[in-house]
């Protein structure tokens, strides 16, 4: 069976899906259908959903293509992916997309209100969060650790063949950053592929719809089990984007801002030496 050797390992909110959406159409690329396989991230998750035949089918459609890829945003948290990874595909070239981390945890808040947040203010979120175990915690400031989990993809990979892609400038300039990722993987370059602007802030319609859509009933449950899981999984999108619309994320109150800017500024400092690239101006004003 075809094996992926491209993975997009993450951070969530960085434009993963825009990549994603990019390279799958690009004649040299096969990304599989499905985004988010959650497949190599076994720490994050209670217990593996799909076997390693199952994985492999989502590639099963790739012919000669000389890049067969997936993208999994919670592959660059994850403690034991990249070496898992590593292990089932030594080759492998890997994409980590990165941004400013104080704007990551507020779009994961966003995120997260319509499933698993109950509450809305974005400060008092954060510091639920802090005390929060097992299933309740969302984990916005592990989300968030860049340099260390860069630094677990260069140790099993080495940097050579870890791209690495800034949030700001995918938004300044799509194309070039499109241009320099077809060239670190080695397929020609297309003039007329768009990077699509995708996953923008969502607002659901129904919030009881979501409830149950995030929350299904026993009897959902068990109804949905008699349907194959790639089906079932496109329907549960389906209907998510149906009860949805895009419109503009509140923006952050400047006080706490800046009270996370100066908390990320560690770490911050910590990823341009990393990279060899100042990234301060995401903790000044």
Known sequence: MTKPNLFIVGAPRCGTRSLWTYLKGHSDIFMSAEKELYFF????????KMSMEEY???FSAASDQKKIGEATASYLRSRC???????FSSSAQIIVMLR???DVMHSLHALALYGSEPITDFAAALEADSVRTGRE?????EFTDFSEQVRRYFDQFGRENVHIIIYDDLEADAAGVGRNTLRFLGVREDSTLKFPRVNTNRKIRSPQLEQMLCHPPPNLLRLGALIPRQIRRRIWHRLLNLN???RPREPIEPCVRKLLQAEVAPKVDRLSKLLGRDLSSWYKD
């Open 81 to 87: 992916a990249a070496q898992a990874i590593k292990a």
């Open 41 to 48: 991230d076994s720490d994050l998750r209670e217990k593996q």
């Open 244 to 246: 949805g619309t895009i």
């Open 137 to 141: 915690r969302i984990g916005y400031r």
């Open 100 to 102: 400013n981390p104080v």
């Open 56 to 58: 492999l089918g989502h």
